[in-house]
């Protein structure tokens, strides 16, 4: 009940995803991601544990095509799965499980991967990938969310998403982006009102915890006449 697109930005080694579903809480249970090593999502009966996995598989020099056929060698259910993964060099490989009886497939672009299943049609992948692709030149947190708008608009899953999911790493061992909508109508677009409240502070929480002595404090509102 999920689609989804995981990216490596090709300007600053970046990774990041961007996730829809119908059910709640997707950023807690489907995208995964680790600074210098990869992303993975994990989706259709999500299996949890195959993100962390993945993560350290990529961080032992396993490529994502690689990581994906590992996981899936090892999962008891992989009839049932549906996993993705991208690299440190923006290659890309993803899994279906045969059994998934949703509509459900995945694409690949420049260094990004989509997948989706109980989507409305096998195409939705495909237009996710086209308007990541398309917004080349805007922030990557922004293409991310053009990418997953792009499948919204091309139909989506078959039933209303409800929860929707951002999540970008960069240079440190905590995510840059971490913002998620649990169980709302319309859960896109009110991610997308996040971050553009959560963008202009991007800077300043990094600042905050490498060097705190620069963060300077808010001015005070000036006083009403």
């Not at 210098?36 to 949890?48: K, L, P």
């Not at 095509?65 to 992989?78: C, D, K, Y």
Request: contains cysteine; proline residues 8%.
């Amino acid at each position: 009940m999920t689609f989804s697109i995981a990216a490596r930005c090709p300007a600053t080694g970046a990774f990041g995803i961007g996730i829809a579903t119908s059910s709640i809480a997707v950023g807690n249970r489907c995208p995964w991601a680790r600074a210098g090593v990869g992303a993975v999502t994990t989706q259709h009966r999500s299996d949890i544990r195959l993100g962390p996995i993945g993560l350290d598989l990529m961080a032992r020099g396993l490529s994502a095509g690689e990581t994906v056929r590992a996981l899936i060698a090892a999962s008891e259910f992989p009839d049932q799965r549906q996993v993705a993964a991208v690299d440190r060099n923006g290659e890309t490989a993803f899994f279906c499980g045969p059994k998934i009886p949703s509509t459900n497939t995945g694409a690949v672009g420049r260094g990004c991967v989509s997948t989706g299943n109980v989507i409305a049609h096998p195409g939705v992948p495909a237009a996710i990938v086209a308007g990541y692709e398309a917004s080349q030149g805007l922030p990557f947190a922004e293409r991310l969310l053009a990418g997953v708008d792009a499948g919204l608009a091309a139909g989506g899953e078959t039933q209303p998403i409800m929860s929707a999911a951002l999540l970008v790493v960069d240079r440190e061992a905590w995510p840059l982006v971490d913002l998620r909508v649990d169980f709302q109508e319309q859960p896109l677009t009110v991610l997308r009102g996040l971050w553009k409240t959560y963008e202009p502070q991007v800077e300043h929480f990094i600042i905050q915890v490498l060097r705190p002595n620069e963060v300077k404090p808010k001015a005070k509102p000036a006083p009403q006449a």
